[in-house]
């Protein structure tokens, strides 16, 4: 497959949360712990939110939280802020198929 | 803090060449060549798409199928750079490229910084 699968948007009004689905394979997501969510506002560069699934970067809220079930990762967002809305990417290793790394079609994040 | 600045980037023709770069700077743990590093660029209107990575060493090389024999992916750890040399190139390939410094020592794994990017049009 070329790209893990995201909904195309999701959106919240501030302080409510959002959840946004990442569903690949057992090739991918559900075969390796290196799912990586990134958050991008255009114009700038894309940020690491969450690594190997579930673990947070120094610096990076406790409002943002990853979880994987099978060959699906999720992230939500508590507490929205305006500053969350964003484009927000899954990523997932894939060993040694091709591509290598694979990429969420990914979900704009609209604050109300 | 780990910075990465792409330049090169710019307007070609169809089957035209050009080379990206990506100066690094800002490691405080480790240095640049102890990491794998990639490009990953974004079309205009579309997600973001994984292109190639290169070994902290520089001496295996990764590329996903749509470039791979038109692309070549390198770099001089003595001056903290990447390099993407880009041939051949068509319209499809227009987009941002951006640079990432990944958390091993192969491929990658996953991104932990990120450059700003740099645009490549291909256009007659």
């Known amino acids: 497959q070329s790209a893990l699968t995201q909904p195309p948007s999701a959106s919240g009004s501030p302080g409510q949360s959002v959840t946004i689905s990442c569903t690949g394979t057992s090739s991918d997501v559900g075969g390796y712990n290196y799912v990586s969510w990134y958050q991008h506002h255009p114009g700038r560069a894309p940020k690491l939110l969450i690594y190997e699934a579930v673990k947070r970067p120094s610096g990076v809220p406790d409002r943002f939280s990853g979880s994987r079930s099978g060959n699906t990762a999720s992230l939500t967002v508590s507490g929205l802020q305006a500053e969350d809305e964003a484009d927000y990417y899954c990523?997932?290793?894939?060993?040694?198929?091709?591509?290598?790394?694979?990429f969420g079609t990914g979900t704009k994040v609209t604050v109300l | 803090e780990v910075q990465l600045v792409e330049s090169g980037g710019g307007l070609v023709q169809p089957g035209g060449s050009l080379r990206l770069s990506c100066a690094a700077s800002g490691f405080t743990f480790g240095s640049f060549g102890s990491y794998a590093v990639a490009w990953v660029r974004q079309a205009p209107g579309k997600g973001l798409e994984w292109v190639s990575s290169?070994?902290?060493?520089?001496?295996?090389?990764y590329y996903v199928a749509s470039v791979k024999g038109r692309f070549t992916i390198s770099r001089d750890n003595s001056k903290n750079t990447l390099f993407l040399q880009l041939n051949n190139l068509r319209a499809d390939d227009t987009a941002i490229y951006y640079c990432a410094k990944g958390i091993d020592f192969w491929s990658g794994l996953y991104f932990d910084y990120w450059g700003r990017g740099a645009l490549v049009t291909v256009s007659s």
């Open positions: 290169i070994s902290a060493s520089g001496g295996t090389s």
């Open positions: 990523s997932s290793y894939a060993g040694n198929s091709n591509p290598t790394y694979l």
